[in-house]
Structure formats: C-alpha cells, structure tokens
Nanobody
Framework: QVQLVESGGGLVQAGDSLELSCVVS????????MGWFRQAPPKEREFVGA????????YYSSSVKGRFTIARDNAKNAVYLEMNNLKPEDTATYYC???????????????WGQGTQVTVSS
C-alpha cells in the first residue's frame, strides 16, 4: 500500500519560514520523481515544484521560485519543501505527489498525500 504523509503545516505570519515534510512508503521512493502542489479553494490545484529521483534536478513555479526549495533524502524516503518569505497568497493546502517523471501537471503523478494546511497571515 502506497502512503504519502505530509506534515509541517501551520499558521505563520507573512515573511516567516516553514518546512513541510512528506514521508513515502510502499513505493520505490529512490526511483520516484516527487512533486509539491497546492490548492486554495476555489482555485484549481497548482504546481509548486518538483524534484527528480536523484535530486539533481529541481523545478519551481514562477510564483515560488527563489523563495521555496525542494530537497529529498532517499535514505529516509522523504521529500521536503522549505518555504521562505511566505506571503498571504501562499495560503493553501499543500500536497506531495509521487510519479515516474518530473512533471508540472497533477495528472502525471500517480500517488498523493492527504495534504497539510499552510496559512499565512498578513
């Protein structure tokens, strides 16, 4: 059974930092591309960033590039999203996802976590 469990969300103020974690089980994590997405209703799910299975390549949306950093630890089956200089518009539920190839579209990921809420107050 594949499980992705996010943690680290919370309520912070604008300008603060937060790090999200996602621990994966039931899939060959070391060969999985990992993505982070977010959704703030009524908006559609939005790509945040992704990292290749090796960790050598990372990709970010223009809205978070320079503020967010994705990293992974294959020994711990974990992927992280470090978020700096948070803005109120970053408020959303954040999801990690596992797939075969690094992509920016949600449909290309096979497995998803349940999400963790991030709220940024102004």
């Amino acid at each position: 059974q594949v499980q992705l469990v996010e943690s680290g969300g919370g309520l912070v103020q604008a300008g603060d930092s937060l790090e999200l974690s996602c621990v994966v089980s039931g899939v060959l994590f070391a060969r999985a591309a990992m993505g982070w997405f977010r959704q703030a209703p009524p908006k559609e799910r939005e790509f945040v960033g992704a990292i290749s299975w090796s960790g050598d390549s990372t990709y970010y949306s223009s809205s978070v590039k320079g503020r967010f950093t994705i990293a992974r630890d294959n020994a711990k089956n974990a992927v992280y999203l470090e978020m700096n200089n948070l803005k109120p518009e970053d408020t959303a539920t954040y999801y990690c996802a596992a797939g075969g190839i690094v992509r920016a579209t949600a449909e290309d990921y096979d497995y998803w976590g349940q999400g963790t809420q991030v709220t940024v107050s102004s």
